[in-house]
């Protein structure tokens, strides 16, 4: 299996029989043009994680290619037809098994600050996406964890926390943009994280073996 980071949220996960890209937002670039995609998966709804503009244009150079959102994001893409999932579905994606995981809520942010939807995506049992909250697996062993690193609902100490709980054998820092200095937020998961777990900051744009 095989990502690149495309910055903040934005993943492309290439497992060898599926092509999935996810959470194509504002704050993320290089993904435009790609060509070949089986599935476009957004978390939730907010700006930084579905750009509409981009994803029609997308769903125009990919035309076999599925979109999945979350209920109320899907009502938000005036145009563009979505697949509606919710945690505890099953996806069958380009030969990819994708569960949908997590309490389907986003993180809080603030009390007076209405919750969204939010879907974590694991793929092939091996690879989560948890979007804006500290989604649980629902295994006991991991490969890759996709970890929020800076955003208005984290902490680091509790970015470190859900890292020793999940405890994958790779974790990829993403959700940087909101930071003036991600890499200081990488050098805690490094040295707080659980032993066995290999940080893995990739280059933007650049696909690495996970």
């Not at 470190?160 to 003036?180: G, S």
């Amino acid at each position: 299996m095989h990502l690149t980071h495309y910055g903040h949220a934005c993943v492309l996960v290439d497992t060898g029989a599926a092509r999935l890209l996810f959470d194509p937002g504002a704050f993320s670039s290089g993904f435009e043009s790609l060509d070949g995609l089986d599935a476009i998966l957004v978390t939730h709804q907010h700006f930084d994680h579905v750009d509409a503009e981009r994803v029609a244009h997308l769903l125009r150079a990919n035309p076999d290619a599925a979109l999945v959102t979350d209920g109320q994001t899907a009502q938000q893409l005036t145009g563009i037809d979505a697949r509606t999932a919710a945690p505890g579905d099953r996806l069958d994606l380009g030969g990819a098994a994708v569960d949908v995981v997590g309490s389907g809520e986003h993180a809080e942010i603030h009390p007076d600050i209405p919750l969204v939807a939010n879907n974590g995506y694991l793929v092939d049992g091996v690879l989560l996406h948890p979007g804006d909250a500290y989604v649980p697996p629902g295994r006991d062993e991991l490969a890759t964890l996709l970890l929020p690193t800076g955003a208005p609902w984290l902490k680091v100490s509790e970015a470190v926390d859900y890292l020793r709980a999940v405890a994958p054998r790779k974790v990829v820092p993403i959700h940087e943009q909101t930071l003036a200095d991600p890499a200081l937020h990488y050098r805690f998961f490094d040295s707080l994280g659980p032993e066995g777990s290999t940080l893995l900051v990739p280059d933007r744009g650049t696909a690495v073996a996970v």
